[in-house]
């Protein structure tokens, strides 16, 4: 079973728009962090934001939000305010407290932001 | 600022050709890993090191080794290049710390192709 599920695989907003991009979680660890990264056409992976399971509140960079609901096992990122710059492939990745850091990742979803 | 670079952006070997990728970083992570990105499949780990000299096989370590001498300096190297290597590499560092410490930080990625 998929360990991080990212059901779009891509969508699209009109610019000064906000976008949800989803991702649904598996895990039967307590401690675990969620991450959202970004991957412009470059190659490069930019970290975004963080959520980790004890938090109380949900995570905000920015313009970067992360709307954390435990009980239904879902982060998903919101973007407000899109912009050009935020057209990219966006990855979802949790790290269980018992894997040794390691991140497992989703699929991604490629937003494309219109003029 | 987090930097983390990598030797080339782009390469080109033939099959059979002993390939080194080396990964840098300069900001005193004890964690650094060595991730393959295609198309449809996603990012997978393949090597991560948590100390000097000290290694663990990811998800796919088959037909890859790491050489980790120094603390900032991560070497990934496929010993015979073969065409289902031509992948993006992807180097990252981390802290050990916990929650949002130990974010991980990537690269600029490698596309290697292997002919």
């Known amino acids: 079973a998929q360990k991080i599920t990212q059901t779009q695989p891509g969508m699209f907003v009109q610019e000064k728009e906000a976008v949800t991009l989803d991702c649904t979680y598996d895990?039967?660890?307590?401690?675990?962090?969620l991450f959202w990264y970004k991957q412009p056409s470059s190659g490069e992976m930019i970290f975004l934001i963080y959520?980790?399971?004890?938090?109380?509140q949900n995570a905000t960079e920015g313009r970067y939000s992360l709307n954390f609901q435990k009980a239904r096992k879902s982060a998903n990122l919101v973007i407000s305010a899109s912009q050009l710059g935020d057209s990219a492939m966006y990855f979802c990745?949790?790290?269980?407290?018992?894997?040794?850091?390691?991140?497992?990742f989703g699929k991604g979803t490629l937003l494309t932001v219109n003029p | 600022d987090v930097k983390v670079t990598q030797s080339s952006r782009y390469l080109v070997k033939r099959t059979g050709e002993k390939v080194f990728l080396e990964c840098v970083q300069d900001?005193?992570?004890?964690?650094m890993f060595w991730y393959r990105q295609d198309p449809g499949l996603g990012l997978r780990l393949i090597y991560f090191?948590?100390?000097?000299?000290?290694?663990e096989k990811g998800d796919i370590p088959e037909g890859y080794s790491v050489s980790r001498e120094k603390k900032e300096r991560f070497s990934l190297i496929l010993e015979s290049a073969s065409t289902n290597q031509t992948s993006m590499y992807l180097c990252?560092?981390?802290?050990?710390?916990?929650?949002?410490?130990?974010?991980?930080?990537f690269g600029p990625g490698t596309r290697l192709t292997v002919l």
């Open positions: 990252a560092s981390s802290l050990i710390g916990g929650g949002p410490l130990d974010t991980q930080y």
């Open positions: 895990t039967s660890d307590p401690s675990y962090g």
């Open positions: 959520q980790g399971s004890y938090d109380q």
């Open positions: 990745a949790m790290r269980e407290g018992g894997s040794n850091y390691k991140l497992t």
């Open positions: 900001m005193d992570h004890e964690n």
């Open positions: 090191s948590y100390d000097v000299k000290m290694k």
